[in-house]
């Protein structure tokens, strides 16, 4: 599945010295990992912090936000939590996450 965004073709990416590495599995090669496990105690936040680069877990930020604001969620929720969890481990981990059904991304600004 295609990552979007990332650096120029030909552009060798720097990962700082000391950082922790990484391969990441939605960009398929090594760079800087987070600095701390997300979602302590939940079992896909170890998976994650072992396997995601800080690049794409930003991505998935955006993602969620769109998510969150899509679906009107409400995090205080179980029922909301849970699906987050759900839409995070396909995106990384499965086919990736849908987009909601009657989504239209906003145009660009060009």
Request: aromatic fraction near 10%; glycine fraction near 12%.
């Amino acid at each position: 599945m295609g990552c979007g965004g990332g650096q120029p073709l030909g552009v060798e990416e720097v990962i700082r010295p000391g950082a922790r590495k990484v391969f990441c599995v939605k960009f398929q090669k090594e760079k800087e990992g987070l600095d701390e496990v997300p979602f302590e105690g939940h079992p896909i936040g170890q998976r994650i912090f072992e396997s995601v680069s800080k690049d794409a877990w930003k991505m998935w930020l955006e993602h969620m936000k769109m998510l969150m604001n899509e679906y009107r969620l409400n995090l205080g929720t179980k029922e909301a939590q849970e699906f987050l969890i759900q839409q995070m481990d396909g995106y990384f981990f499965g086919e990736g996450a849908a987009l909601p059904p009657d989504f239209v991304p906003p145009r660009s600004k060009a």
